[in-house]
């Protein structure tokens, strides 16, 4: 074996086949969450009016809005020096000031909340009591959210998996029984998530161990300001994303009623949480590692490429299934109520594709602690966003929200390629994505057929997505030695 070749098993094989491993023990918390989307559409569409789905589109966006702002930072900064203070031997220190800064944002959040109250009720065209509801929900919500990367942090992926399928069962159940005995309407649903989220609290405190690294003391400068240098760029980078990609609830609530905005909820609730749920279960499982490897001064992109390509092998077919059978996965999957929100699908379908392509793209930043790069892209293409959103939906309507975030995040994708760090530029998969090209030849033929048959939709896509799938696997050469590919 040559030098060569004991280098690649090292530094790519190896710790692919240890992300691969960390990927089949998140992978059912994940797929349950991606069934868990995909179930909650039916069952709120039936329960809930067009304009009633539309308040909990907004309430949910309003949700994220200050999540982003005020808590998930925190958590993303906890995972990406967590090994770094751990390997110091300072992670109680580094734990204890991470809740201390988590707490004193929710109070500066209330504190903002209650002075600029109405300007919140009038902005985001949102009743008090959502708004009541929508702030009690956050403090479960962020504390969730850091413990969650601590879990990541310390490669627990079972102990995700099981606080990941309880949280979206309970949550399912709670809003249900709280939209069936009390009526409230989007509220009910807040109701449930709260109640669900604080017992999953109560859960991962105990699988974290968390416990016994608290000890609160006086916040250590050094710990405290690389934290914020990183953080707070993700918060605004997060921010633009939001403004690309659910401002335009509020857009469309504002130009053409909470109807319209219900419709644009339909269709972004059967796309972007149900394909990136699914999408993620690659990057949840390799980015905790590939940090590993670079503080070990591993070169991680031949790791990174090759992760992409698998993206593109999973995301290109299913998006491509669901822009072609938009109308029908409309019927099988949301109230009649709700159809017109098909015309929605292929947009928002491949603007998860590339904002998921993204999370490949644009690990450069964070791995070289420069993410103020990564937010300078990022509120470039979210001014870009919101200009396109409003112009668009102003004059096109429901079609003018697909565009606009088609073309955002497209645009965005586009940034973090031309943008590039030294030595973590990320490497283009041409031979997988080839493949994948030629392998849909056949199936675009296929499909064709199928079109002139009575076979049964949900027959037609598994054919589809099992003939291409096959298809790869055949084509692709097994007995081809790993390093050569």
Known sequence: MTQQVRKYIKEVAMPIKAIFKDMLKYAPSKLFGLLGNAVIVPIYTNLLSPSQYGEYAVSLAVLSFLCILFSDWVGLSGLRFFRQHELCDKITNYLSTLFIILGSNLCVMFILAFIFRNKFYSYFSIQPKLFLFILILIIPVALRALLFQVLRAQIKPGAFTISTILNQIMTI????????????????????????????????????????????????????????????????????????????????????????????????????????????????????????????????????SKLTGYFLLVAIPIALVMSIYAPDLIVLFANSKYQNAYSLLPYFAFSAVFLSLTEYTSMQYHLANKTYILTTLKVISGITGLVLNIILIKNMGLIGVGIATLISNIFYFVLTIVVQIKDLEWKVPYKKIIHITLCLIPIAFLWMFFKQTSLYVGYQIILLLFFYYGLFYITTRRKKILWME
């Open 173 to 304: 159940v709670f809003s249900v029984l709280i939209i069936k005995i009390f009526n409230f309407g989007a509220a009910s649903i807040l109701i449930g998530m709260a109640i669900s989220i604080t017992i999953i609290d109560i859960v991962l405190i105990f699988q974290s161990d968390v416990l016994k690294y608290l000890k609160f003391k006086k916040p250590n400068k050094e710990i405290v300001k690389p934290i914020f240098i990183y953080g707070i760029p993700i918060a605004v980078a997060s921010i633009s994303l939001w403004a690309i990609n659910q401002s335009n609830k509020f857009i469309t609530s504002h130009y053409h009623g909470l109807k319209e905005a219900g419709l644009v909820g339909v269709a972004y609730n059967m796309t972007f949480p149900i394909l990136m749920t699914l999408f993620a279960i690659i990057t949840i499982a390799a980015y905790p590692r590939i940090i590993n490897l670079y503080e070990e001064k591993i070169d991680v992109r031949p790791v990174i």
